[in-house]
């Protein structure tokens, strides 16, 4: 094996960090989704303290992504955007603990 | 990183964020008035039998007009952990074993205790494992509090069915002022939301 081959190897944890997940603000709201059934566009914005637009764009990129569920309905005439985790979100997210974990397990005191 | 993200503390955060209303409390503290009204008079039973059911549809009603209009929806799983269930069944275990003794012995004086046993066990069970906030775990001891406090008034002679009416009362106005309190809190931390989400989605889209 080539030393740049076994460098590569040694770095595997950190180029396996999902980078949809990695951004802060993302991951912030993955967190928030994890631990709860289902929240809708308000409850995140004030959890998160981020704005209507930044975290719409974020939900767009976690949506297209396919790791969460936007649906929108009207529950007594008013829209509610509802989201949840998708099992694909879940299963990333997961993994990216994993895998954070690891990159920090490994480090030298 | 691993220690920042504590998804239990995440899941707590989320679980105090919707309990700020107090409504919970307030709820709470009608069901205990209402029960005290049942060793007064016998009528009030049937009342009494529907009020949990009655009261989560109040609480339902009334966070969908003032509550997730200023904080936002959040719906929780339903089913308990294992912790959960174990603390549950430990609490309905010392609430029937009170119960036999009482039945067995005729030792009435117990009975403020035993009023308080399900409530403070559950109480302490949902505190403990989902919120975790100081104002809950109080409350819990003054369920205990309220418990001890007429037990020492009941060995003392007092008659029972008074104490009791005095402690699930008591207990009734205090749960009632706590939720009161943090309501109007709410109101006030939390404007109205006008604008909704899917005005900025359809934005964003075009």
Redesign the interface.
């Known amino acids: 094996m080539s030393s740049k081959k076994k460098e590569n190897k040694d770095f595997q944890p950190i180029t396996d960090i999902d980078r949809i997940i990695h951004e802060p603000a993302r991951l912030m709201i993955l967190a928030f989704l994890y631990v709860v059934e289902r929240a809708d566009f308000i409850f995140l914005m004030r959890q998160t303290n981020l704005t209507k637009g930044n975290l719409s764009s974020h939900l767009s990129k976690l949506e297209a992504a396919g790791y969460i569920d936007i649906e929108k309905k009207f529950v007594s005439k008013i829209p509610r955007t509802l989201l949840r985790l998708t099992k694909r979100g879940r299963k990333a997210f997961q993994i990216y603990r994993q895998n954070m974990k690891n990159v920090f397990e490994n480090l030298p005191e | 990183?691993?220690q920042s993200?504590n998804?239990e503390e995440?899941?707590r955060?989320?679980y105090r964020?919707i309990q700020q209303d107090g409504l919970d409390k307030i709820l709470l503290g009608i069901l205990f008035g209402l029960c005290s009204l049942i060793y007064v008079s016998m009528v009030w039973i049937a009342v009494v039998a529907c009020s949990p059911v009655l009261a989560q549809f109040a609480r339902e009603i009334i966070r969908?007009k003032l509550t997730?209009?200023r904080?936002?929806?959040?719906?929780?799983?339903k089913s308990l952990d294992k912790k959960e269930t174990l603390f549950t069944l430990l609490t309905v275990t010392i609430f029937l074993s009170l119960l036999v003794i009482v039945n067995r012995t005729g030792f009435k004086a117990l009975l403020p205790l035993l009023v308080v046993i399900i409530p403070s066990g559950i109480y302490f069970m949902i505190t403990h494992y989902r919120s975790r906030a100081k104002i809950d775990y109080m409350i819990t001891i003054l369920f205990l509090l309220s418990g001890v406090i007429g037990l020492f008034f009941t060995l003392h002679g007092y008659d029972t069915t008074t104490v009791l009416v005095v402690q699930i009362s008591g207990l009734g106005v205090v749960l009632l002022t706590i939720g009161i309190v943090q309501f109007i809190r709410f109101l006030r931390k939390?404007p109205k939301?006008t604008?909704?989400?899917?005005n900025?989605?359809k934005e964003?889209?075009k």
């Open positions: 990183m691993e993200i998804i995440v899941k955060k989320t964020a969908k997730y209009n904080i936002g929806y959040v719906e929780f799983s939390y939301q604008v909704e989400a899917s900025v989605f964003k889209r």
